[in-house]
């Protein structure tokens, strides 16, 4: 389905049953909506309502142009303003990578519209913060970041040849589902858009973000090479509701495709354990 918010038109993929628990799904770069598909069934047999995002830049009628439209705080408006569009008070958020960083912000600045948060592999943005000003490690890893950051450049690297350098980032993917990330990178003006999350970075993105107090897990994997050990371990520091740390063993940072009933496990029994008072959705898929 098709859900205009804020002047723009995203695509917003549904499932489950029509009364169940509303989940909004968030995912990171370089993928989309369909990062979810090995996880929705199991929480849809559990009674589960989702709602998977296409976010802004991904969504080809959610597309604006400029670094400044990609800044965090628009995300954030844009999950709000979906949430509105979907009749929903509040939902039950998860979110991986990028995702993860707009379910922290959302939770933290609008706890009102968040029954529980479930983050995958980016830890509370304080954390992640903390850690590049005290950990070489989480440095290197996060090195990346200076290549995203160059317009033109990043996007020439890493469409060369056939887009191997952007294949080369989904390392642990099975080869057929990393090309349904890619396939809609190939084109110049999406990929743009999807880094302009990255170019738009600021340390005023932190300014009044406090700890989280909606009920939340944060999952981790001790194969990310993008966040180390020193940030997934600080981010308990900045939750005050109850808190959940889960650590998958041998896993990338592609969670979602790589360990899908172990996210789904986690992510049921967050929602399971928390309390949820809503109106009835006005949009069904």
């Not at 479930?118 to 090195?143: C, F, K």
């Not at 966040?227 to 979602?256: D, K, M, Q, S």
Request: aromatic share 6%; proline share 6%; glycine share 10%.
């Amino acid at each position: 389905m098709q859900v205009t918010a804020r002047g723009l038109t995203f695509d917003v993929h549904t499932g489950g049953p029509d009364t169940g628990e509303p989940a909004l799904l968030l995912h990171g770069f370089p993928q989309h909506s369909r990062q979810w598909d090995l996880v929705t069934p199991v929480l849809h047999g559990t009674g589960i309502r989702t709602m998977a995002l296409d976010q802004r830049g991904y969504s080809p009628g959610a597309r604006p142009d400029g670094v400044e439209a990609y800044r965090i705080g628009e995300c954030v408006a844009d999950a709000v303003a979906i949430l509105d569009a979907l009749g929903l008070d509040t939902a039950h958020v998860v979110g991986h990578d990028w995702g993860a960083v707009v379910g922290w912000h959302l939770a933290a600045r609008h706890p009102d519209r968040v029954a529980t948060l479930t983050a995958l592999s980016v830890p509370h943005p304080l954390a992640m913060a903390a850690a590049l000003g005290s950990d070489d490690d989480q440095r290197r890893r996060s090195s990346y970041v200076r290549l995203f950051r160059e317009e033109g450049k990043a996007e020439q690297v890493l469409l060369a040849d056939d887009a191997q350098r952007l294949r080369a980032i989904l390392v642990g993917v099975p080869s057929d589902r990393a090309e349904h990330y890619v396939n809609p990178m190939r084109e110049p003006a999406a990929l743009t858009a999807a880094l302009n999350w990255y170019r738009a970075m600021s340390a005023a993105d932190l300014a009044g973000l406090g700890p989280v107090t909606v009920p939340t897990t944060y999952l981790w994997s001790d194969g990310d090479v993008a966040i180390g050990r020193t940030a997934a371990n600080g981010c308990a520091a900045h939750v005050r509701g109850e808190f959940r740390f889960v650590e998958l063993t041998g896993v990338t940072h592609w969670v979602t495709d790589e360990a899908p009933s172990a996210v789904a496990d986690a992510v049921v029994e967050r929602i399971g354990q928390g309390s949820l008072g809503r109106r009835p959705p006005a949009a069904t898929g």
